[in-house]
């Protein structure tokens, strides 16, 4: 069973930056792919950045493009985000997935492309 696991969350003035890291384990030959999700409360969780571990194709929300950027390590199963410039609408729990579909121009902000998921590392972004 995989396992996925968020850490690097966190207290940050705005405009500051974080780093956040996931890793993979445990049957992790099935996974193609792995992304970052952010919920606050009572709001549906919601798509922010994503990367095929074949060619390295990346996604992103329009809202964080510029100012985020998504990383593999493929041979160690992680994936790391780094976000600058963070902004007070950036507080959210960030939720990392991996999944074993291929991700299209068309399906990567699907919540059900993803068939794993961490527990969720807390952003705050204070203004």
């Known amino acids: 069973q995989v396992q996925v696991v968020e850490s690097g969350g966190g207290l940050v003035q705005a405009g500051g930056s974080l780093r956040l890291s996931c890793a993979a384990s445990?049957?992790?030959?099935?996974?193609?792919?792995m992304g970052w999700f952010r919920q606050a409360p009572g709001k549906e969780r919601e798509f922010v950045a994503a990367?095929?571990?074949?060619?390295?194709?990346?996604y992103y929300v329009d809202s964080v493009k510029g100012r985020f950027t998504i990383s593999r390590d493929s041979t160690k199963n992680t994936v790391n985000l780094q976000m600058n410039s963070l902004k007070p609408e950036d507080t959210d729990v960030y939720y990392c997935?991996?999944?074993?579909?291929?991700?299209?121009?068309?399906?990567?902000?699907?919540?059900?492309?993803?068939?794993?998921w961490g527990q969720g590392t807390q952003v705050t972004v204070s203004s």
């Open positions: 990367i095929n571990w074949s060619g390295g194709s990346t």
């Open positions: 445990g049957g992790t030959l099935s996974i193609v792919d």
């Open positions: 997935a991996a999944g074993r579909r291929e991700l299209t121009n068309f399906n990567y902000p699907s919540f059900g492309v993803y068939d794993y």
